[in-house]
């Protein structure tokens, strides 16, 4: 969106652009219909909403290529009387895609998407010594506690805190936010607390800042915490990258003290009182004197079977003989999340309340910070706290989601306070979630930058590929990556020329983050691979979704095999070495490993590539270098298609980069096809008929008068979710009639079949077998992909399709549509299309069908396209648009033909009275099916998509 445009708008603020830390003009407006959700949702209103920019009018003022989708269109979602047996799959859009608009990422489309996003992924009442030493990995012993150790709380200072509150004053006609004496308060408790603690060796504290409705600077929204914690004292120079933690207040309430003798005995904290909180007696002088809610009761179970199993944890304790043997119960885990949960549509479908979200308006706001925290910097993970009134808890997020500490009440409790000041106070980055494998420059003790950071791999694999006539044993240990170790690497972070690290937006997702690296100098490193620009791209996928670095070595060996595939090598994204690990491996030291047992479909591993740096695609300076570009990643991914039969599954527009090189004395562009986290091989094209789609047919009923604004999505694909029950083995039916048709069909009402059969004797589990059969029902869950880019069929409803390599094919079609209707050459920049950011694919999915199929709707998407990239748009895009449509036409023919094959194979099996014609009609909606799909499938081929790109430009 040009600067020009907006110029005749609203004042305008700066936002970033498409996940990067670049700053772009955007009209400062918002939906009404976001606005709405907004409203609905929020349960608290003792704070305005975290942004800068006002929002002046709700109304959004559409830029001529960003027209809304016609109100005549059709509906979107399937009817809400479905089986279990059809029930729809995630529709998943990632957070960075889903929740930004004209204006940015706006508070209430992040809290909407949020509400969602950590559903199923919260724990709570996790025990607070716990937290502090597992989390913040604090050790008592820091504190020098002697027998006659005492802190003083000032209590002037919270008698100030008591009776405070927030207060809110009129300013310029609106109602603002203003700094209440209770924040105030609170800050000179914390600092009255600190100042009484004894030094550390060779430590510095960082500072407890009163942020005084400061924004923090970042990448993604603009937020104001009410309290930071950090190395930089200035609150006007706060960024999310560096910020260790924050904190939420919201006090409401002014409180009274009555009894003032017991009041100023309680801020009197001696060292006892504090041992005993970790000490080994805990369940029998138990010192947290718990502010019951009504909460509490129903997780008291749960809670202190966990809180007291640690009377251990003091190795000078030796347990007495007990009064009964313990029982032996069962592990809380962090398992599945219901069904119903995991669902991107509307809540009635499912028989949820609108605000089913585990998170209360006040949690949330804790919630959205942390996410922040993540979503920025190099972290495992992030931490903070919320102060309702005299209630805190603790909170931390990681790629799993959230865990809640116990509450105390810091009035009643204010050694636990002591406590948690304590751990912030001694200490140091990692303990707040900064990367362990990331150490800090000599002489530093805490992060203001990640420039020249040392990044050290404790080990890793070459990824040098073997010839091309090595063995089979050769190319299965490369494969693999399980040969000779490289042994102990280090690289230096370089963020010199504009060089700078990206994090991915959300919380529950692989997380992935991109650091550009150089080998350090006088390491093997630097042996390996010089002076070369490197990246480290960090990432924490489930563990049973198969390592990306596999099908890198895999493509790229079977690449260089083939004769005619060579040359295609340099199109392909290039590995120089890999390291992987499991969430509990010591070099990760992540809390989550020392909390509750973890479900092992939820399990997250973390692991690094290093490769070297490309370009992304709006660094272009000419439509020919595009169109070169799209050429080499469409031929490359053709030839990776041909020989492994592997498919990318997630093209878009961040995965498409380039690089220059010389060639006969000129400069030209190579591109490069990345990020093949989602890949899998896929034999299929398309045209076979498998028994599982018997049981989990697609849905074409839809209803009227639906409203997409309660709609939302998670993030990315291998965001944790619920098991799907699919219908039975993936066996092809063979000589035109269904499975045992050779037999006579059972005509019967249910109950009069053969008596059960007893089970067999069980078998010695196979790990291996238990490994595939996790990672192909997360095939059959998820469909995979980046919203505006994905194929039309595949954010329809119903059961999750098939990844074809039509549908990849496809997806390229749609990010160079996005890329000619946001680029702007002049800038280097990129806008958005509103209506292919939306929170709902399914929405996507209906404006993506109209941009096919309207004329009219194709031509104002591409209303701003810069007149020296239009040719790319009459010309080559829109004999793709022709294809591209048909393919969608075929797809609701081949949608109609499976539904009526399928009901006929239903009806015969379900039938009470002999059918003669039976077998002949079942055949023939059979063949209509079979037919639907080969004529599918050789519609939208490699030789089309060619002969449509490669139609020239004008010079």
């Not at 009387?81 to 729809?88: C, G, I, L, M």
């Not at 023939?924 to 449509?948: G, N, P, Q, S």
Request: charge should be negative; aromatic fraction near 10%.
């Amino acid at each position: 969106m040009s600067a020009s445009y907006s110029a005749s708008l609203p004042p305008t603020f700066y936002y970033p652009a498409v996940g990067c830390s670049r700053w772009q003009y955007f009209p400062s407006t918002m939906s009404q219909e976001r606005a709405a959700t907004a409203a609905l949702h929020e349960n608290f209103s003792d704070e305005e909403l975290d942004r800068v920019p006002p929002m002046i009018n709700r109304k959004r003022r559409w830029p001529v290529s960003d027209s809304p989708t016609h109100p005549h269109q059709p509906p979107l979602l399937p009817a809400k009387a479905v089986s279990e047996a059809t029930r729809p799959t995630p529709l998943r859009g990632s957070m960075e895609w889903s929740t930004r608009s004209t204006t940015g990422y706006v508070d209430p489309d992040v809290k909407a998407y949020l509400r969602h996003h950590f559903r199923g992924s919260v724990v709570r009442h996790y025990d607070v010594a716990k937290f502090l030493r597992q989390v913040w990995h604090f050790n008592i012993n820091s504190l020098g506690l002697e027998d006659g150790t005492e802190f003083h709380i000032d209590p002037s200072h919270f008698d100030n805190f008591l009776r405070g509150t927030w207060s809110k004053e009129p300013l310029t006609g609106n109602a603002t936010r203003m700094e209440g004496n209770a924040a105030i308060a609170f800050h000179q408790i914390w600092e009255d607390i600190s100042s009484q603690f004894p030094a550390g060796s060779q430590h510095q504290p960082m500072f407890f800042l009163n942020m005084k409705d400061r924004t923090v600077r970042g990448t993604y929204t603009k937020y104001k915490p009410d309290f930071g914690f950090s190395a930089m004292e200035n609150i006007k120079m706060q960024h999310w990258d560096y910020l260790a933690d924050c904190g939420e207040m919201k006090k409401l309430r002014v409180l009274q003290i009555i009894d003032r003798i017991k009041y100023q005995y309680r801020l009197t904290i001696n060292a006892l009182r504090l041992q005993q909180v970790f000490g080994p007696n805990k369940k029998r002088k138990r010192l947290i004197m718990r502010t019951r809610t009504s909460d509490d009761e129903e997780a008291d179970s749960e809670d202190n079977d966990d809180a007291d199993d640690d009377d251990d944890d003091d190795p000078d304790y030796t347990p007495g003989p007990s009064k009964r043997p313990r029982t032996t119960r069962k592990i809380p885990t962090l398992s599945h999340v219901p069904e119903a949960a995991t669902y991107t549509l509307d809540p009635s479908l499912w028989d949820e309340a609108d605000d089913a979200s585990e998170l209360t308006g006040p949690e949330l706001q804790i919630a959205k910070y942390l996410n922040e925290l993540l979503s920025h910097g190099v972290r495992t993970y992030a931490t903070g706290f919320l102060l309702q009134d005299t209630t805190m808890s603790l909170w931390y997020a990681d790629r799993m989601g959230l865990v809640q500490s116990e509450p105390f009440n810091v009035e009643t409790q204010p050694h636990l306070l002591l406590l948690m000041v304590a751990a912030h106070h001694y200490g140091t980055p990692h303990d707040f979630g900064l990367n362990p494998l990331l150490s800090l420059p000599p002489d530093t003790h805490h992060l203001t930058s990640y420039h020249n950071m040392t990044l050290t791999l404790p080990t890793a694999t070459s990824a040098i590929l073997p010839p091309p006539d090595a063995t089979s044993e050769t190319n299965t240990v490369f494969d693999e990556g399980t040969g000779d170790a490289l042994g102990s690497l280090q690289f230096q972070v370089d963020l010199d020329g504009n060089r700078e690290i990206n994090t991915a937006y959300g919380t529950v997702s692989r997380g992935t983050t991109i650091i550009p690296v150089v080998a350090t100098q006088g390491t093997p490193s630097a042996a390996y691979w010089g002076a070369s620009r490197l990246v480290a791209k960090f990432a924490c996928p489930l563990e049973t979704r198969q390592a990306e670095d596999r099908f890198i070595r895999v493509i790229r060996r079977k690449l260089n095999t083939d004769s005619k595939a060579r040359q295609f090598l340099k199109n392909i994204v290039d590995l120089k070495c890999s390291f992987s690990c499991k969430m509990e491996d010591e070099c990760m030291r992540l809390p989550r490993a020392m909390m509750r047992r973890v479900a092992d479909d939820v399990r997250r591993s973390f692991r690094v590539l290093v490769m070297p740096e490309y370009l992304p695609m709006e660094r272009i300076s000419s439509p020919h270098e595009l169109q070169r570009i799209f050429i080499d990643v469409v031929t490359g991914h053709h030839w990776v298609f041909e020989t492994s039969h592997i498919l990318h599954r997630d093209i878009s527009y961040g995965n498409i980069m380039f690089y220059r090189e010389e060639h006969e004395g000129e400069e030209r562009v190579i591109g490069v096809l990345t990020d093949w986290d989602l890949a899998e091989k896929q034999e299929e094209d398309g045209t076979q008929i498998k028994e599982d789609e018997r049981h989990r047919k697609p849905i074409i009923a839809q209803p009227s008068g639906f409203s997409s604004s309660s709609l939302t999505s998670l993030t990315s694909s291998d965001t944790q979710g619920g098991k799907e029950q699919m219908g039975g083995p993936e066996a092809e039916q063979e000589g035109g009639k269904s499975k045992g048709k050779g037999r006579k069909r059972k005509r019967g009402r249910k109950g009069k079949g053969k008596a059960q059969e007893p089970e067999p004797a069980s078998e010695p589990i196979d790990e291996d077998a238990l490994q595939q059969e996790a990672r192909k029902r997360q095939r059959a869950k998820y469909r995979t992909g980046t919203g505006p880019f994905m194929a039309w069929d595949l954010l329809q409803g119903g059961a999750t399709p098939i990844h074809l390599y039509r549908h990849d094919l496809e997806s390229f079609f749609w990010v160079l549509a996005w890329f000619l209707a946001v680029f702007d050459p002049k800038e280097h920049k990129l806008g958005i299309v509103p209506d292919w950011h939306q929170s709902s694919l399914l929405n996507v999915g209906a404006a993506k069908g109209s941009f096919l199929q309207d004329r009219d709707v194709f031509n104002r998407v591409f209303a701003k396209t810069d007149p020296a990239y239009r040719p790319l748009t009459t010309s080559h895009l829109k004999w793709l648009r022709i294809y591209i449509c048909r393919a969608k036409n075929l797809c609701n023919l081949e949608a109609a033909a499976s539904a009526a094959y399928f009901e006929m194979l239903d009806q015969g099996s379900d039938a009470d009275v002999e059918n003669p014609y039976w077998d002949d009609m079942l055949a023939k909606t059979r063949k209509d099916l079979i037919m639907a799909r080969t004529e599918l499938r050789d519609l939208v081929t490699f030789d089309m998509f060619m002969a449509a790109i490669n139609m020239p430009l004008p010079a």
